[in-house]
């Protein structure tokens, strides 16, 4: 015997368990879900000694098709590519569009200096290096044991 146990949030479910249970799948659907989420693409954030580094995962772009820009202490990373397909034959016309398009924003710390900022496309990945301040950078020294 299985037990299965419905936990909705509602104490009196006049509907029945089964009608939130559809719902529920279609609109958790894993197919939806992987949609949703791949119009955003995946991002490494590393500090190091010198530097912030940010990847951002954007395969199938073009260096032109990147806008970055920086607002204050707010750096935003966009990126708008459209595509059209054309296919004419004898008695048919077919177009398909394309449009991929994203917008991602990250706040930079006080220690970033924000005069030294790159930006390098290679194979798929975006990679923005944020120099750090003199002040910020970590300064390591010897502690003497009294």
């Known amino acids: 015997m299985t037990l299965v146990k419905f936990n909705h949030g509602l104490k009196n479910n006049t509907v029945g368990p089964f009608f939130n249970d559809v719902f529920d799948s279609?609109?958790?659907?894993?197919?939806?879900?992987?949609?949703?989420?791949?119009?955003?693409?995946?991002?490494?954030?590393?500090?190091?000694?010198?530097?912030?580094?940010?990847?951002?995962?954007?395969?199938?772009?073009?260096?032109?098709?990147?806008?970055i820009n920086l607002d204050k202490n707010v750096l935003t990373v966009s990126a708008d590519k459209k595509a059209e397909n054309v296919e004419e034959g004898k008695k048919f016309s077919k177009r398909e569009y394309s449009y991929n398009a994203f917008t991602r924003?990250?706040?930079?710390?006080?220690?970033?200096?924000?005069?030294?900022?790159?930006?390098?496309?290679?194979?798929?990945?975006?990679?923005?290096?944020v120099a750090k301040k003199e002040e910020a950078k970590f300064q390591s020294r010897e502690i003497a044991v009294k």
């Open 105 to 129: 924003s990250f706040t930079l710390p006080e220690s970033a200096d924000h005069s030294k900022i790159e930006a390098d496309y290679t194979d798929g990945i975006l990679k923005l290096i």
């Open 26 to 67: 279609i609109l958790n659907d894993s197919f939806l879900g992987d949609k949703l989420v791949a119009r955003v693409p995946a991002v490494n954030i590393a500090e190091t000694e010198n530097e912030f580094q940010i990847e951002l995962a954007a395969p199938g772009l073009k260096k032109e098709d990147f806008k």
